[in-house]
Every structure is written in C-alpha cells, then in structure tokens.
C-alpha cells in the first residue's frame, strides 16, 4: 500500500482498526475512505478491499509522509547489494519513479539505514562477541574469556577479539 500511496502522490492517512483491518482516508477534505482486511482464505499477507467511499481528489505537489527515509532505503537495498555504493544512477531512478526531491542530509540518511542493514550493526556485532564468549565459558568450565577493544593506532590490529585463557 506504501508503493501506491508513494507512487501516486496521494496523501492518505492510515488507522489500524485492529491486527485484520485497516482505514485509509484521505488527508485532506475530499470524502474518500477504503476499508480493507485480511483474508483467511487467501494468505496471511494478502488484504481484501472491503468498501470504496467516493473519487479522490488530491494534489500530486503535496509531500507525501510516507515516502520517508526508512521506506526509501528499503526500496535502494537491492541496488546497494548489487553496486555496494550510492551513486547518481540509484539517485535518479527515485527522481525517476517517485518524482521526488532527496536532501543532501535525506540521502546520508538513506546510505546509513542501507549499510546498517547490509553490514550490520556495530553494536549488535560488540554483542555477539560477548555472547561467543559466554558460550567458549560454558563448553570449557573453568576457564575465562574476556573481550579486549584495540585501540585503532595498533596497525596490527584488525578489531575484536576473543581471549581464552586456563
């Protein structure tokens, strides 16, 4: 619905009934309504229009809420997979499909959600060490393990790194 609401410029406010249906009016004064829900014969991730109330009238100039950074980074995620960097060409095609205008703060905003994503989190990283750690503790009892930080002016050094000793 996201992709509809983007790609046609029509900006709809959405209110959750409950977790099978959804309210989407329009934002502004024209009378349109949709009512949709679940269905359970079809799938769990497939919606069914219930009621159409009226035409809708919009302004295709208006800015979208939707069309934020965590959705545009969701449609760019497949592009940085492939070309591993943000250049003018991923830019383009949303100027392109969306008619859309990025900041320069939106676009940074993009490429960290986007990289966050791909290569993950550096905190949730720091995390698994500790939990690796744990685990090496429990297969060897008696033992301790620790996590050492290296400081980043140690040329030898390539970052974390588990500690066993007996």
């Given at each position: 619905?996201?992709?509809?609401?983007?790609?046609?410029?029509?900006?709809?406010?959405?209110?959750?009934?409950?977790?099978?249906?959804?309210?989407?009016?329009?934002?502004?004064?024209?009378?349109?309504?949709?009512?949709?829900?679940k269905?359970?014969?079809?799938?769990?991730?497939?919606?069914v229009?219930?009621?159409?109330?009226?035409?809708?009238?919009?302004?295709?100039?208006v800015?979208?809420?939707?069309c934020?950074?965590?959705?545009?980074?969701?449609?760019?995620?497949?592009?940085?997979?492939?070309?591993?960097?943000?250049?003018?060409?991923?830019?383009?095609?949303l100027?392109?499909i969306?008619?859309?205008k990025?900041?320069?703060?939106s676009?940074?905003?993009?490429k960290?959600?986007?990289?966050?994503?791909?290569?993950?989190?550096?905190?949730?990283?720091?995390?698994?060490c500790?939990?690796?750690?744990?685990?090496?503790?429990?297969?060897?009892?008696?033992?301790?393990?620790?996590?050492?930080?290296?400081?980043?002016?140690?040329?030898?050094?390539?970052?974390?790194?588990?500690?066993?000793?007996?």
């Amino acid at each position: 619905m996201t992709w509809y609401f983007v790609l046609n410029h029509k900006p709809l406010w959405l209110t959750s009934n409950d977790n099978q249906r959804l309210n989407v009016k329009c934002a502004f004064s024209c009378n349109f309504s949709l009512w949709i829900a679940k269905d359970d014969k079809l799938s769990e991730t497939d919606w069914v229009v219930k009621r159409v109330d009226r035409n809708h009238n919009y302004c295709p100039d208006v800015k979208i809420r939707l069309c934020n950074s965590t959705f545009l980074a969701k449609v760019l995620e497949g592009k940085f997979r492939l070309l591993s960097e943000l250049d003018l060409a991923a830019v383009q095609f949303l100027f392109q499909i969306f008619k859309i205008k990025i900041s320069r703060n939106s676009g940074r905003n993009i490429k960290e959600k986007v990289l966050r994503k791909i290569n993950g989190d550096d905190i949730e990283q720091f995390n698994l060490c500790h939990t690796y750690c744990q685990e090496l503790i429990k297969a060897h009892p008696g033992s301790t393990c620790f996590v050492e930080s290296v400081e980043p002016n140690k040329p030898t050094d390539h970052g974390l790194h588990p500690s066993i000793t007996n």
